[in-house]
């Protein structure tokens, strides 16, 4: 019968089981995989096959489950498959490697049955097959349904991250813009001093926070850009109006160099825009008290490039290939998101473009955009 053959066999089973498992590719299975999955499978089996030649069979569905797996209250066998999916899913397994648990057993009964010349009837064969789809049917399921809930939590943690962070910056912006226009009113101060730059510095970071959002907003949410034909002169002057306000509060020199009339990109001009506003966003915070923020435009072949470029003193080794990671902060300076550098680069991509950045030890760092070029009509 083959309920003695799986007893009388059981540790050379376990170990066919436990070398397949091994062989697959990483990530490798861990001791508690080994010892608790498919070991404990293989005894309810036994026990479903010696209750189904012993005079109650019934009592053997409360094992195995039904054929289908459409039973009513969850078997023993569904219970530790059910376990079992949600074990390899902590560790790191595909549900390939789950299907492929049970699998490998079966594989080696039929394998080792073979070897030894002991048949399997046919009622037998049908026990082990129900007993199989029961399992990985119910492993999988709670597989998927683990993974399915791990992902809505750690989407629900990032969202919950990122408005923290946005109100967190909001409050400061406003509470800070409120101070300033409190002593102003009350008439010891002046727009122009020092408490009028405060509000100007408050009113272009919220600004900047709003444009940004709204950018990240739009990026996430799947939102088609909306593309047309842009002059880059006209674009880098529009830029350069808005930029300079942020330059003069922060104390530094904005230079931009003359842009050829003729050249051309098809974009996104909102996201293009916030692009380009949260890279020179990015060198007006960084750069050196009192240096030179300069943007220089122009074409290469049937590219554009857009050229932004401080004087931070050069970034610490590793930062470059971490700073457009979301919520990745590169300095001491630890205002913002984090968030600016990650919203910049999936702004560019959405138009079709490219986003580096190149190191100048000692000096500073240029960040370039790279669109294609377009004729203009």
């Known amino acids: 019968m083959l309920h003695e053959f799986l007893t009388t066999n059981r540790a050379d089973l376990i170990d066919r089981c436990r070398l397949k498992v091994t062989q697959r ?24 096959l010696q209750m189904e030649q012993a005079s109650g069979p019934s009592r053997s569905r409360e094992i195995s489950g039904v054929s289908g797996g459409e039973t009513p209250s969850a078997s023993e066998i ?30 080696a009964v039929t394998d080792l049955a073979f070897e030894d010349g002991v048949p399997i009837q ?6 082990l097959n129900r007993c199989l789809d029961n399992a990985i049917a119910d492993a999988v399921t709670e597989f998927a349904y683990q993974r399915d809930s791990l992902i809505a939590d750690k989407g629900a943690q990032a969202l919950n991250e990122r408005l923290g962070y946005l109100a967190h910056e909001l409050r400061n912006h406003i509470h800070t813009a409120t101070l300033a ?12 001093g020092a408490t009028g730059a405060v509000l100007d510095r408050s009113l272009i970071g919220l600004r900047n926070l709003i444009d940004r959002s709204l ?16 002059s880059v002169a006209d674009f880098v002057a529009e830029v350069q109006v808005s930029a ?11 230079t931009v160099a003359d842009v050829d009339k003729e050249l051309g990109v098809v974009a996104d001009r909102d996201m293009l825009f916030s692009a380009v506003g949260n890279l020179l966003q990015n060198a ?20 554009i ?28 300076d630890k205002s913002g998101l984090g968030l600016g550098l990650s919203i910049c680069r999936r702004s560019v991509e959405a138009n079709n473009g490219v986003l580096s950045v190149r190191d100048v030890p000692g000096s500073g760092c240029v960040f370039t955009i790279d669109l294609p070029r377009h004729l203009l009509t």
Do not use: W
């Open 215 to 230: 950018a990240d907003v739009r990026i996430t949410a799947g939102i088609p850009a909306r593309r047309e034909q842009i």
């Open 181 to 192: 226009v409190i002593a102003i009113k009350a008439g010891n101060v002046g727009l122009a």
């Open 78 to 107: 569904g219970v530790t498959a059910a376990l079992h999916g949600r074990e390899l899913l902590q560790q790191g397994f595909t549900v390939d490697q789950v299907v492929h648990d049970y699998g490998d057993l079966c594989q």
């Open 305 to 332: 490039l857009i050229n932004v470029e401080d004087h931070c003193g050069g970034l610490p080794p590793g930062v470059a290939e971490r700073m457009f990671l979301p919520f990745t902060q590169g300095s001491e």
């Open 284 to 303: 007006f915070k960084f750069t050196e008290h009192h240096t030179e923020v300069s943007m220089k435009v122009y074409s290469v072949a049937d590219r």
């Open 122 to 127: 046919v009622d037998e064969f049908r026990t």
């Open 244 to 254: 300079s306000f942020e330059a003069r509060s922060r104390g530094c020199e904005f």
């Open 25 to 48: 590719p990483a990530p490798k299975a861990t001791d508690a995989e080994l010892e608790h999955g498919i070991p404990l499978f293989l005894d309810q089996l036994i026990e479903t």
